[in-house]
């Protein structure tokens, strides 16, 4: 397949994932707009007072950057997983993967879509928090970087939770007891410097922490670790998950057998 029939390609397996999201904005991108509203209102308005400021800035301000993280990350992965397995539950993956395609194009065309399902909602829940708090942008290149970097290595990780998944409740199991923790406890609603050592250093071994902490230097600029870490981990992660999911499909794991 020649470069022109590949961009072709790619891009009707994009415009697919796009049209199928936002068929359904109902499900797919107002849940998060309205979630994000209560935990502005719960945390934001009720409880923020009684916590006063983190690191220098209020603390409904301090939460906004992990709260829009969090959509995106939930959104990209759930947009991947979800359609991924449903073309593998109704075989019409046979087809793109009896063409001429690449691997990769089909990798690069899912996770496009969860990319713009994630940066849709973002989007959106950024819109909701500026209705309760200013967001002064310290770095667009970081915020934007690290954005687009996170949405598209967890949209790379639901197509691995698709391809090994065999009954629609396998596509829930990683979201539930695996993601929901760990960007729980990424340091969306407090500084790590709050923990005590123990659980500080527990704390960087969640990747999530990194994503969140760059993104909140992006807008905020503050952050908990070094940047040159965060990017760091966030690539690595990125390019791991993105060369597993070249591996797996070329093998068939979970197509072929």
Same mark, same amino acid.
């Given at each position: 397949m020649d470069l022109q029939h590949q961009y072709i390609a790619f891009g009707t397996i994009v415009r697919r994932e796009i049209t199928r999201f936002t068929r359904i904005w109902t499900q797919t991108i107002v849940p998060p707009a309205v979630t994000t509203t209560l935990y502005f209102l719960i945390f934001g308005k009720l409880i923020g007072p009684r916590i006063g400021v983190v690191h220098g800035v209020p603390y409904i301000q301090y939460i906004v950057p992990g709260l829009v993280m969090m959509s995106i990350i939930t959104s990209s992965y759930a947009n991947v997983v979800a359609s991924f397995y449903g073309s593998k539950f109704q075989r019409n993956l046979d087809e793109m993967l009896v063409s001429p395609m690449p691997d990769y194009i089909i990798v690069l065309g899912y996770a496009a879509g969860g990319v713009a399902r994630g940066l849709c909602v973002g989007t959106v829940v950024t819109l909701v928090a500026l209705c309760f708090v200013h967001l002064p942008v310290a770095h667009w290149g970081v915020m934007v970087s690290v954005c687009l970097l996170t949405s598209m290595l967890f949209a790379f990780a639901g197509l691995v +939770?698709?391809? !090994?998944? +065999? /009954? !629609?409740?396998?596509? +829930?199991?990683? $979201?539930? !007891?695996?993601?929901? $923790? %760990?960007? #729980? %406890?990424g340091g969306i609603f407090y500084s790590i410097d709050m923990l005590p050592d123990f659980w500080r250093g527990v704390s960087f071994v969640n990747p999530i922490l #990194? &994503?969140? +902490? @760059? !993104?909140?230097? @992006?807008?905020? @600029? %503050?952050?908990? &670790? /070094?940047?040159?870490m965060a990017y760091t981990i966030i690539i690595g992660f990125t390019v791991v998950m993105f060369l597993l999911c070249l591996y797996l499909l070329k093998r068939g794991t979970g197509i072929r057998n």
């Open positions: +939770n698709a391809i !090994f998944a +065999n /009954s !629609f409740d396998d596509i +829930n199991i990683i $979201p539930t !007891f695996v993601l929901t $923790p %760990l960007t #729980y %406890l #990194y &994503m969140v +902490n @760059g !993104f909140r230097y @992006g807008i905020l @600029g %503050l952050t908990d &670790m /070094s940047i040159g």
